[in-house]
């Protein structure tokens, strides 16, 4: 029963908390103790010692906002990585069988439920559309969506990390490193960076760094073994003169 009656409660509060849309004041005075950076540390009327912040509705608002949409900006990279990295993981190449894992889609959609929206014509004559809020509304609907978006992003991130395992597994079994090639250079003369070897986008250029790798490695490989033979002979005692003058009598 307590796992059915807690979301019902839960519930129950958060109606009675938003039934009136009245900003109401708020008590902010403590005796402050000491501080610690923006928030103040001290004991309220009741002497219970508290950490109190008190910060803009404004800055507040803004910053959920932001850090919305600095999560939305990692979901898409996130969900981007991923479509990569099962595209690679189905590639017959790499011994996939062509089929793609289901993805999921993210459906970033603002809630406008709330939102009051009039056509009409102003005090100056300018024909506006007003739109309104109630400000505890809309701090709410950004709490929540961040919620969900952190969620999310956590579902995103833990599929993608799983596909990048299994995509390393059968890299290497394909002769390929673990982690896509990195791009290789050198700084020139006057500073600037000279790339001699672009990094690896795809699995065409990752088969084509082996194959050149494979070329060289056996370019290098060939040299070695000439130089190893040269320095062989050159260290081999010379023939012995008098043996060489009584085969010349017989």
């Not at 999560?71 to 595209?87: A, F, G, P, Q, V």
């Not at 005090?123 to 505890?136: C, D, H, S, Y």
């Not at 000279?194 to 494979?214: C, G, M």
Request: one cysteine or more.
């Amino acid at each position: 029963m307590k796992t059915i009656l807690l979301p019902c409660l839960i519930a129950l509060a958060m109606t009675a908390g938003c039934a009136s849309k009245k900003i109401k004041p708020v008590d902010e005075e403590i005796e402050v103790k000491a501080k610690m950076g923006a928030k103040e540390i001290g004991l309220n009327e009741d002497e219970e010692g508290v950490i109190q912040e008190s910060v803009a509705v404004e800055d507040e608002l803004r910053k959920v906002t932001w850090y919305n949409y600095e999560t939305e900006r990692k979901l898409k990279s996130e969900r981007e990585d991923l479509i990569r990295c099962r595209t690679e993981l189905a590639d017959p190449r790499l011994s996939g069988n062509k089929q793609l894992d289901p993805i999921p889609e993210l459906e970033l959609t603002e809630d406008l439920s709330k939102v009051q929206q009039k056509l009409g014509i102003t005090k100056n004559g300018r024909i506006k559309v007003i739109k309104k809020e109630f400000l505890t509304d809309r701090i709410e609907k950004e709490e929540r969506y961040k919620e969900s978006l952190e969620s999310l992003l956590k579902v995103l991130s833990n599929h993608r990390r799983e596909c990048e395992r299994d995509l390393g597994y059968a890299r290497v079994q394909h002769g390929l490193p673990a982690e896509r090639y990195p791009a290789l250079g050198h700084y020139g003369p006057k500073g600037n960076y000279i790339v001699t070897r672009p990094a690896e986008k795809n699995l065409d250029d990752a088969f084509r760094i082996l194959a050149q790798q494979s070329h060289k490695g056996k370019k290098q490989e060939l040299k070695e073994k000439i130089m190893k033979q040269k320095m062989l002979r050159a260290s081999d005692p010379a023939p012995n003169a008098d043996e060489e003058t009584e085969e010349d009598e017989e």
